[in-house]
């Protein structure tokens, strides 16, 4: 499975964006996808996630009520919505999948197979 996420870019605080993950090679359709993202000097951090039928959904803290994860499976992708952006949202967003992630769904070892990442950088 490759994954090729697209999207980012440079935007003021307050601002939007919307990341695109598309995946090939094989469907995920089955699997758990999701967002990480990394500042520099910082470690990988998760942001959000989405089980296979997008009834499961799980946010970091730090984005809730902001960002928002959706999929769309007949098109073998996943997106996320990122609106209200801070300065502290400055990072390279990652987008993963795995079929076994179960519950560890904010854990970046679960998860099989991953994106290049998307370069996103918010000025305050």
């Known amino acids: 499975v490759q994954l090729q996420a697209s999207g980012g870019g440079s935007v003021q605080a307050g601002g939007f964006l919307r990341l695109s993950c598309e995946a090939s090679?094989?469907?995920?359709?089955?699997?758990?996808m999701a967002w990480f993202r990394q500042a520099p000097g910082k470690e990988r951090e998760f942001v959000a996630s989405?089980?296979?039928?997008?009834?499961?959904?799980h946010y970091a803290d730090s984005v809730k009520g902001r960002f928002t994860i959706s999929r769309d499976n007949a098109k073998n992708a996943e997106y996320l919505q990122m609106n209200s952006l801070k300065s502290e949202d400055t990072a390279v967003y990652c987008c993963?999948?795995?079929?076994?992630?179960?519950?560890?769904?904010?854990?970046?070892?679960?998860?099989?197979?991953w994106g290049q990442g998307t370069q996103v950088t918010v000025s305050s």
């Open positions: 989405i089980s296979w039928s997008g009834n499961r959904i």
């Open positions: 090679g094989r469907t995920v359709s089955t699997s758990v």
């Open positions: 993963a999948a795995g079929p076994r992630v179960g519950n560890f769904y904010s854990v970046s070892a679960g998860y099989d197979y």
